[in-house]
C-alpha cells in the first residue's frame, strides 16, 4: 500500500525565530530519518501560507525524494475550534483513504492533536499517529527515536489507555552476535542478497524468527519498502485469505472497510507469514502460485501483479513438517532455503552470560535503573542450567520480573516467577549420567539424525548407537518433542 504523510506546519517548531526554516526542527529531523512516503500533505493555515511556500521550496531543494503538498485552511490560528479542526481533518483522511496514512503528530497545537487522535480512534481508516523525540533525548543520543502512539481498551467505560512505544530505531543496534548466533545471521545475510528468494525460518518459540525475519529484510534492497507480518494461526482459513488477497466491507464479521490485502499492500517488501504450518493445503497451494506468477487473485476485483518476498516462519522443522503431512511437498521444494535458530539451551556457557548480560544492560535503561542488577551465585546456576522452553522470550521476562521486584540491586531466586521452581532437585553427577545427558542434548539439536549426532560427538555411528541402547534413550521421545 502506497504510504502518505500527513501533519500541520508547525510554526513554533518548524521555523527558527528569525523565520528561517528550523533544519533541526521536528519535521526535518523526520525527513531525514524516517521519511519513505509517496508524498507529503502539509495542513497551514492561510495566514501562513508565505512560510509554508518558504518551507517547501527550503525541503524540496535539500531532499531531492521529498514531494510536499500543501492544503490552506480558513481557520483562525488563535482561536482554535475542535469542531472545525476535527472537520478539516476528516475531509483530508477519506480524501487519502485508498493510502496508509501516517499522521505526524510532534508538530501542532494541543488542540490540533487532540483532533488527530479523534479521527484516528473513529473513522476506521489505516491510520498511524507518529512522533519523534528530539536526538539528544533518543536511545542512541545521535538519531531521533520514532514512536507511534496506539489506543488500548480499557475496562473503564468510555475510556481508552494511550500506549507509546519504540517503532524505529537503529535496528542493527538491538541485536545480539554471539559466535553461533554470528554464523546464522551471516547466512541470513547472504540469502538477504538475494532479494526474489522465499525462505523458511525455524526455531523454537522464542529464539527470535520474526528477529531474523526482520533483519533478512532490512538487509536486502527492499528495506525502504513495507515489512509485515500475519500469524497463520490466528485467523480461520476464509478470513485468512481475505487478508492476504483483500476484502470488501462486510466480507466477515469485524470487516468494516475495504482493504487491498497484506500482499499488494506489501508489494516491494517482505511478508512474514508466522506459525505458517498452520495453513491448510488449499491456502499453500495459493500461496505457490503467487510466489510462481506473483498474481494476487481476490475474489472480487481484478487481479493484481505485485512483487513480494514470503518468509515461512515455524517452530517445527520443515523436514517434520513434510514427513507428517502437514505441509505440501510442492511448497517445500519451491521454496527450499531454511535457516534455524538454535534454542537457549544448547548455547555454550559463555555466550549465554553474552545474551543475559547484554539484556540485563537493556532492562537497566528501560526500567531507568542507575545500575544494572546483579545476580547472586545461585540465580547464575539457575539461568545456566535451566532449560528455557521459551528461550529468550522468557529469558526476557524473567528479567522484567527480576527488575519489578528487586529493590535492591542484588537479586536471587526468590524473585524468580512462580511457574519456577526454585529448589530443583539436583541433577546426577555420575559420569554415565552426564553422557546420557549430553547425547540426549545433541539427539534433540539434530533432530534425532543419528548419524549427524555420531559426527559431532566424535563417535563412530554403532558405538552411539550401542550407547543409546545401554542408556535406554528414548528416540521416540526425543522425536515427538522437536
Keep these: 500500500m502506497n504510504r502518505v504523510l500527513v501533519s500541520w506546519l508547525g510554526i513554533e517548531k518548524d521555523f527558527t525565530p528569525d523565520g528561517e526554516v528550523n533544519m533541526s526542527g521536528p519535521t526535518v529531523n523526520f525527513y531525514k530519518h524516517y521519511y519513505e512516503h509517496d508524498f507529503h500533505v502539509l495542513l497551514v493555515t492561510e495566514e501562513n501560507v508565505q512560510k509554508a511556500l518558504i518551507f517547501k521550496k527550503t525541503v524540496e531543494e535539500k531532499f531531492k525524494n521529498i514531494f510536499i503538498i500543501l492544503k490552506p485552511q480558513n481557520v483562525d490560528g488563535v482561536h482554535w475550534n475542535l469542531k472545525q479542526l476535527k472537520y478539516i481533518g476528516e475531509q483530508v483522511l477519506m480524501e487519502l483513504k485508498d493510502y496508509q496514512i501516517d499522521i505526524f503528530f510532534s508538530?501542532?497545537?494541543?488542540?490540533?492533536?487532540?483532533?488527530?487522535?479523534?479521527l484516528h480512534y473513529t473513522l476506521g481508516l489505516n491510520t498511524r499517529l507518529l512522533q519523534i523525540v528530539k536526538p539528544e533525548e533518543s536511545h542512541s543520543r545521535t538519531k531521533p527515536d520514532l514512536y507511534i502512539l496506539d489506543f488500548e481498551t480499557s475496562q473503564v467505560p468510555l475510556a481508552a489507555l494511550i500506549r507509546q512505544h519504540v517503532l524505529q530505531r537503529d535496528y542493527q543496534a538491538d541485536l545480539i552476535f554471539t559466535p553461533t548466533l554470528e554464523k546464522v545471521y551471516d547466512r541470513a545475510y547472504k540469502i538477504a542478497q538475494a532479494s526474489d528468494a522465499h525462505l523458511f525460518i525455524t526455531g523454537d518459540q522464542g529464539t527470535g524468527k520474526e528477529t531474523l525475519a526482520r533483519y533478512i529484510h532490512k538487509s536486502s534492497v527492499r528495506e525502504s519498502k513495507p515489512f509485515n507480518v500475519i500469524d497463520c494461526a490466528a485467523y480461520?482459513?476464509?478470513?485468512?485469505?481475505?487478508?492476504?488477497?483483500?476484502?470488501?466491507r462486510g466480507s466477515f464479521p469485524g470487516a468494516?472497510?475495504?482493504?487491498?490485502?497484506?500482499?499488494?499492500?506489501?508489494?516491494?517488501?517482505?511478508?512474514?507469514?508466522?506459525?505458517?504450518?498452520?495453513?491448510?493445503?488449499?491456502?499453500?497451494?495459493?500461496?505457490?502460485?503467487?510466489?510462481?506468477?506473483?498474481?494476487?487473485?481476490?475474489?472480487?476485483?481484478?487481479?493484481?501483479?505485485?512483487?513480494?518476498?514470503?518468509?515461512?516462519?515455524t517452530s517445527r522443522p520443515v523436514k517434520d513438517l513434510l514427513k507428517d503431512k502437514v505441509i505440501m511437498p510442492e511448497l517445500y521444494y519451491y521454496v527450499g532455503l531454511n535457516i534455524h535458530l538454535p534454542s537457549f539451551e544448547l548455547l555454550p556457557?559463555?555466550?549465554?552470560?553474552?545474551?543475559?548480560?547484554?539484556?540485563?544492560?537493556?532492562?537497566?535503561?528501560?526500567?531507568?535503573?542507575?545500575?544494572?542488577?546483579?545476580?547472586?551465585?545461585?540465580?547464575?546456576?539457575?539461568?545456566?542450567?535451566?532449560?528455557?522452553?521459551?528461550?529468550?522470550?522468557?529469558?526476557?521476562?524473567?528479567?522484567?520480573?527480576?527488575?519489578?521486584?528487586?529493590?535492591?540491586?542484588?537479586?536471587c531466586t526468590d524473585l524468580l516467577p512462580d511457574y519456577i521452581s526454585v529448589e530443583p532437585e539436583l541433577p546426577s553427577l555420575t559420569l554415565a549420567d552426564v553422557e546420557k545427558i549430553h547425547i540426549e542434548k545433541v539427539l534433540r539439536m539434530f533432530h534425532g539424525n543419528k548419524s549427524r549426532t555420531a559426527r559431532a560427538l566424535g563417535v563412530a555411528l554403532n558405538t552411539l548407537k550401542k550407547k543409546i541402547n545401554d542408556y535406554g534413550i528414548d528416540m521416540e521421545a526425543i522425536l515427538r518433542n522437536q
Design 107 to 118: 508538530t501542532g497545537s494541543a488542540i490540533m492533536k487532540i483532533a488527530w487522535f479523534i
Design 236 to 248: 480461520p482459513e476464509q478470513e485468512l485469505e481475505f487478508r492476504l488477497m483483500g476484502f470488501k
Design 256 to 313: 468494516t472497510y475495504d482493504s487491498r490485502g497484506l500482499l499488494v499492500e506489501t508489494n516491494g517488501g517482505t511478508l512474514y507469514l508466522k506459525n505458517f504450518d498452520a495453513l491448510t493445503y488449499r491456502m499453500q497451494n495459493i500461496l505457490r502460485r503467487f510466489m510462481e506468477d506473483g498474481f494476487v487473485h481476490p475474489l472480487v476485483g481484478r487481479d493484481k501483479k505485485v512483487n513480494v518476498r514470503l518468509l515461512f516462519g
Design 349 to 411: 556457557v559463555d555466550e549465554k552470560k553474552q545474551i543475559i548480560n547484554e539484556f540485563n544492560a537493556r532492562k537497566r535503561k528501560l526500567y531507568h535503573r542507575k545500575q544494572a542488577l546483579e545476580f547472586c551465585q545461585a540465580l547464575w546456576n539457575f539461568f545456566i542450567s535451566y532449560s528455557f522452553p521459551g528461550n529468550l522470550t522468557e529469558l526476557q521476562t524473567i528479567l522484567d520480573t527480576l527488575y519489578i521486584f528487586g529493590q535492591d540491586v542484588e537479586v
